[in-house]
C-alpha cells in the first residue's frame, strides 16, 4: 500500500511538472485529489489494515495529499498570475470611442398641459378628484339623466355618444361631467373640485376633431357662490394660462346643468384679436364652458338649492395645448410622432 500511494505521488508530481495552465492545475486536482481521485481510493483500503499499518500508512497518506496541494498551489498562483497578465496586455480598452447614445424620454404635450391647468387651478384653492369617482367607462345616468340633460337630447344619440354593446345604458363617457355627480354624492359642501380625464365621441376624424380627447371638469359648491365668483376664477386662470395681457369674455350659452350658461373667450392669441384664420376673423378664441350648477342638478344629488349655489366649468385640453403651442392638428397629439413630440 505504501508503494501503492509513491507511485501516485510520482505521477502526480510528474503531471504538475508538465502542466502549462491553471486548467491543467485543475485536471490534476480532480484526478488525484478530488472525492473520486486516485487517493481517496487507497484511503478506503486503510481500514482493512491493522492498527500499527493504518497509523503509518495514514500518516504518509496524509503527507503526501498535503505535499501534492501546496505543489498545485504553487503553481497554480504562478499560471494565474502569468494568464491574467496576458489577458490584461491583449484587453485594452479604448476610452476614445465615443459612447452609446441613448435619448432621454420626456413628458406628452398632453400631459404637461394637464399639469399646468391643474397646477393652476390648485393654487385657487381646487383638489383634485379621484380616479374613481370618474370612470371612463360610465353609464347614462351619470353621463346624462343627473346633469339635466333630457332623454331626447340629440347628444345621447349614437351618432355623438359611444355605447357599450350588449350593456343597457353604458357609454363611454362623452364629457367629464358626471364627475361633478360622483364627487358630490360621496362629499358635503364645501366641495371645490376638478377632474381631468379623456372623453370619447363618435366624430368623424379631422385637423379639428379626434374621437377622444380630454377635459378638465371644475365644480365648487358652498354657501353663496355666486356667477362673481366665477368669473373671478376663470379669469384668473386665463390670466395664468395665456399670460397676464390677455382680455377675456363671457358669452351667454347654454348647457343642461348650468342655468345661467356662459363660454369664455380669450382675445385670439394669433392676431391679438385683429382677425385671422385661427379665430375666424373674430379676433376671439372660445376656450371654455361654464355656468350656475342647475337647480335640478344640486336637488338630485340631496343638495339644497336654496342653501347652497355652485358654478361648474368644463374645458378641451387638446384645444387649449393648441392654442397655447400654436398646433395646427389635433391627430399629432395620438400619432407618436417623435419628430412631433421632441419639440416639447
Ligand atoms: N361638458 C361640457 C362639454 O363637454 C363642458 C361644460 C360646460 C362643463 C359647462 C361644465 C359646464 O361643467 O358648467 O361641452
Redesign the pocket.
Known amino acids: 500500500m505504501k508503494t501503492q500511494l509513491e507511485n501516485i505521488y510520482n505521477s502526480a508530481k510528474k503531471d504538475i511538472e508538465n502542466a502549462n495552465s491553471v486548467s491543467d492545475i485543475d485536471e490534476i486536482k480532480l484526478k488525484y485529489l478530488s472525492r473520486k481521485g486516485e487517493f481517496n481510493a487507497i484511503k478506503k483500503g486503510l481500514k482493512d489494515l491493522s492498527d500499527e499499518d493504518k497509523r503509518v500508512v495514514g500518516a504518509l497518506a496524509n503527507q503526501i495529499t498535503q505535499d501534492l496541494e501546496n505543489l498545485l498551489k504553487e503553481k497554480y498562483d504562478v499560471f494565474y498570475q502569468k494568464e491574467l497578465n496576458e489577458k490584461l496586455q491583449h484587453e485594452k480598452i479604448d476610452i476614445t470611442l465615443s459612447g452609446k447614445f441613448i435619448p432621454e424620454g420626456r413628458i406628452h404635450p398632453l400631459t404637461e398641459t394637464t399639469n399646468e391647468i391643474v397646477t393652476i387651478f390648485q393654487s385657487l384653492g381646487f383638489s383634485v378628484v379621484a380616479p374613481e369617482l370618474s370612470p371612463e367607462v360610465e353609464t347614462e345616468y351619470y353621463n346624462f339623466d343627473m346633469l339635466n340633460v333630457p332623454k331626447d337630447h340629440p347628444a345621447r344619440d349614437v351618432q355623438d355618444t359611444f355605447y357599450v354593446q350588449d350593456s343597457e345604458g353604458v357609454v363611454l363617457r362623452s ?1 367629464t ?1 358626471g364627475a ?1 355627480i360622483h364627487v358630490m354624492e360621496n362629499q358635503k359642501p364645501p366641495i371645490k373640485v376638478i377632474s381631468p380625464g379623456r372623453v370619447y365621441r363618435n366624430e368623424n376624424i379631422n385637423a379639428r376633431k379626434n374621437n377622444f380627447f380630454h ?1 378638465i ?2 365644480l365648487y359648491v358652498d354657501k353663496g357662490i355666486t356667477f362673481g365668483d366665477l368669473k373671478g376664477v376663470l379669469n384668473e386662470f386665463t390670466r395664468l394660462y395665456f399670460g397676464s395681457a390677455r382680455p377675456t369674455r363671457f358669452r351667454s350659452s347654454f ?1 343642461p ?2 342655468e345661467p ?1 356662459a363660454e369664455v373667450d380669450v382675445q385670439c392669441i394669433m392676431c391679438q384679436g385683429k382677425g385671422c384664420r385661427t379665430c375666424s376673423g373674430t379676433g376671439w378664441l372660445e376656450v371654455l ?3 350656475m350648477v342647475h337647480a335640478n342638478v344640486l336637488k338630485g344629488v340631496g343638495i339644497d338649492p336654496d342653501v347652497y349655489s355652485g358654478f ?3 374645458m378641451g385640453i387638446e384645444r387649449l395645448a393648441m392654442l397655447k403651442y400654436a398646433i395646427d392638428d389635433i391627430r399629432l397629439f395620438f400619432n407618436n410622432d417623435k419628430r412631433f413630440l421632441e419639440q416639447f
Open positions: 364629457q361631467s361633478q377635459q371638469e371644475g348647457f346643468f348650468t350658461s364652458g361654464c355656468g361648474a366649468f368644463g
